[in-house]
């Protein structure tokens, strides 16, 4: 079990690294475990393709597996390829990025990216990316849709009871108007508003949001953006069978 740990966490932050890689010894650094016991662990990884160490650098990037493996679970959600034209059509009428988001235990992830092709100024949060679930419109937006059990379930290790209960009050407004407005909550300069997508038992399958810049918003802004994506989310909804 030690050595699953180490694993994971050595790919973990050879994940995070945005630039060119990172070398074994910024790796020791960071793991603080022995070289000898890095290395023996990078060479498994690079043999099993999870890892891969440029020739000429010597730095170390994941490798191309984790893409297929991305790609085989993607491929099971089978929602996605249904909903798409909806995304495509709400970013191209909003003129703004779409994110499509999924809850995974205490967390979402952003499954869904559609940039509108005509603005050059984008908000983007990168597909994978895992957000605490009471963090964002997207994520408030779906928890407002869940009972207060799996709300206390999703959040209760993150906030205070105090917290909590301040969160229950905010939710009650979002389940009452059906959509969530967040400002400046992952990152400054910027807001999103969100809906949650219900399938066919009113389950919460996920979120549909729409991030813009903070200045660029007024009442009429929010107004339009409310209203095409409530109806986008509606449709959405009403494809995977909720009434």
Known sequence: MQTIDRIMQV??????????GITITELTQQTKLPLATLHRMLSSLIEHRLIVQDNETKKYQLGNVWLEFGLQLYDRFDYVSTIRPELDRLANI???SVYLSKPIGTEAMVIERIDAPNNRIRIVDQLGMRIPMHIGAANKSMLACMSKSQIHDCVKKALTPKEMEGLFEKLLVIQANGYAISYEEKTEGTASIAAPILQRNSEVLGAVSIGVLQFTLNEERIEFLKQELLQTTARISQQLGFL
């Open 11 to 20: 790919i973990e932050i050879v994940s995070n690294v945005k630039e060119d």
């Open 94 to 96: 909003v003129n703004e």
